[in-house]
């Protein structure tokens, strides 16, 4: 493990300290010039700077990672008792990187606001630009100095998570595609603060690693820490269980299995099917309660589902027509296509493995496709029904879609694994029926029941008294689908032909 940290510590002082060093100095002489801060103040101001942060500290420390993310030798490995073990100890050791790069921050700043009269006090001069900023903070802290160790301590935290993050990444995805997320991350990350749409959202992006003010209010900060509790959770199972596993796989959308496969799900019949299915709902309910006032109140009901503890019919058929045609047309699917392929076909798929993500591929891109219908359905209910768009209403509209695509997505985990195990794809579907009825059960045992968790009336929102939260039916969703898609990816993928 010293060997490791030497290492980290050695690739990130050679070549890329002294650009930190030098960014850190220019930045802090920026705020210094001409501040009426007092030295407290401005050990806040600096460190919680979320341009600073964003367009310098981010870029340096994914580039620093970047040149150690990759795995060592297989030498190197060997002298460890496992992958396991060799992950955990380099994630480690990535703390002394993560160290030296607070350090050399905090060491400039304090030298840059040497000569500032002290004040460790929330009052400021009036005019003053970080007045709004400081004035959220006193809410939370109580004196400056305290919310400077704060932010210096939960940057240390983000920036060794993501050490380990990108570590992950590289073993896993390797470089290229690592790039290509990482840049898809930091771009989301710098838009966050410009684009308010993206700041409703519970989504924990970059920004929400390195700056505290960004994950602080409306249970932003549980957003974060339930993310990261997540993420580190994958990240251990996989580099214990799954660690020889690398997804090299590109869905290639004009040759292969997942254009024909495409073909045959994308097929008049069921296009047809999805949008009658979407047009009958949204009509019914339309002209059934044509007394809704608002946008969002439109949106719970269209999505509204079935609650816990209780059966009704007509809101228990409704459910099982949204959220079982498109998994009743993909069993139909499985059923002829992939019931009538011989090994031959998965030789030709370069393996079983990747024959299954060829029929993942296609079946998420279909669901995704139906979820844009319904998407499309609930703008068009919107504008006929004459509500105005609000950013609430938007929001609503697109986290229902998001949870709806997430429930029928694990629902066909189920459906794909029951029929992996058995070779009938009858018993798959009649297991998700079963699991809807679990609904009926009482409200604190099938409250968190993942079949049906999409229902609006089982969430703690309007209309309700009672119900678990968005971001909770959003992580028990997220946790379920990787758990079958990982064992399947690890187990399941082998029965495919048996």
Known sequence: MRMLARNHIRLTMRGKLPVFLAGCLVFSLSGRINTRLTFEQYLLSVVSDHY?????????VLLTYYSWMEDDSEITILRFRSYFSYFCRKWLAAGAAALAILSVQTAVILLTGAGLAGGNHWGLLEG????????????????PASAFAAYSGFQMAGTWFMAGFCMWLGHFAGSRWTVWILMFLYVLAAVWIKIPLLQGFPVTGLNHLLILHHSLGGGRMAVTVVTVSLLTIIMLVTARFLWRFRFRYVPVFHRGLVPYYMRKLCSKKNLAVLCAVIAVIAGYKGLTYPNESTAEDWVFLLFSGHGTGYLHILSFLEMLIVNGSPIYLLAAFMEETVSGQSLFVSIRAEGRRRM???????????????????????LLGIQFLGFPITKNGWKWLTGSVSLKFCDMLFQYMVMFTIYLCTK?????????????????????????????????????????????????????????????GMWNLRYGYRRLFR
């Open 356 to 378: 299954v993500l060829s029929l993942w591929t296609a079946s998420f891109l279909f669901l995704f496709l139906y979820c844009v219908f319904w998407l499309i359905g609930g």
């Open 52 to 60: 600073y942060l964003i367009y310098f500290v981010i870029p340096m």
């Open 424 to 484: 009938q794809i009858t018993a798959g579907f009649l297991a998700l029926i079963g699991g809807n009825f679990l609904c009926v059960l009482p409200f604190g045992i099938a409250a968190f029941c993942p079949f049906g968790l999409s229902s609006m009336v089982r969430m703690g929102t309007i209309g309700t008294s009672q119900g678990i939260t968005f971001l909770i039916v959003f992580d028990i969703q997220i946790l379920m689908i990787l758990f079958w």
């Open 128 to 143: 003053t630009a970080v007045s709004e900023l400081f004035s959220v903070l006193e809410r939370y802290f109580k004196n």
